[in-house]
């Protein structure tokens, strides 16, 4: 299976900053990477799809220019959450779709404070 | 419109005995896949076992077992053998085909507790 990296695995910023979060597919060229986020003690919902080489579909209520996606490389999407605010606390996880099974980054835990 | 359903928030089982997770889905999509992930208190995600929904066998890997019943829409998790370690969240997901863009879906999740 693939193996994808996320980076940072953890990020305190201040409310009103942007944060960006890599996810590299290190293995595998990936056309297709998904955003998840995941409150505390919840499931993982998800954020958007990106699309190397296109702009990512979000899902609906999820914000397109508060959360940036860029897949600008079959190894590389990065998610920026825009003017972040304490609501944007949580867990964000990639996954790459490939083989059988997904792969997930191990996710990085955003703080706003 | 896809739909994953998973109605225990939290399981006990006694170490060395078996568990079974519980897991329905809704989906309209002929082709699909069904998953279960593991998620320790670390936050990773684990993927554990994979259902095609063409696969005429349940799937097995090592002490998991997915025990797959298309007609009732259930994809149940088995665990054999419990081990402290397999104490976790448990999610049961489902990827659909290519009309949905092949995104997945996650249930609620399951608190695994393994006592000893």
């Known amino acids: ?113 | 419109a896809q739909k994953i359903t998973q109605t225990q928030p939290g399981m006990f089982v006694q170490e060395k005995e078996a568990v079974t997770l519980d897991c329905t889905y809704d989906t309209s999509d002929p082709s699909y896949g069904l998953f279960w992930y593991k998620q320790p208190s670390s936050g990773e995600m684990i993927f554990l076992i994979y259902q095609g929904s063409y696969d005429q066998q349940n799937a097995t890997e090592g002490r998991y077992s997915l025990n797959f019943q298309k007609a009732r829409k259930s994809a149940n998790l088995v665990i054999s053998a419990s081990q402290l370690g397999d104490s976790a969240m448990y999610f049961c997901a489902m990827r659909g085909g290519r009309g949905g863009g092949f995104k997945t879906i996650f249930g609620a999740g399951t608190r695994l507790f393994v006592k000893a």
């Open chain 1, 1 to 113: 299976g693939a193996v994808v990296s996320q980076h940072p695995s953890r990020v305190i910023c201040k409310s009103g900053t942007s944060v960006k979060i890599e996810c590299r597919s290190l293995d595998f060229q990936a056309t297709t990477m998904f955003w998840y986020r995941q409150f505390p003690k919840k499931s993982l919902m998800l954020m958007a799809t990106s699309n190397e080489g296109s702009k990512a579909t979000y899902e609906q209520g999820v914000e397109k220019d508060k959360f940036l996606i860029n897949h600008a490389s079959l190894t590389l999407s990065t998610l920026t959450v825009t003017s972040a605010h304490p609501e944007d606390s949580s867990f964000y996880i990639c996954t790459v779709l490939g083989g059988r099974g997904y792969t997930f980054g191990s996710g990085t835990r955003l703080t706003v404070v």
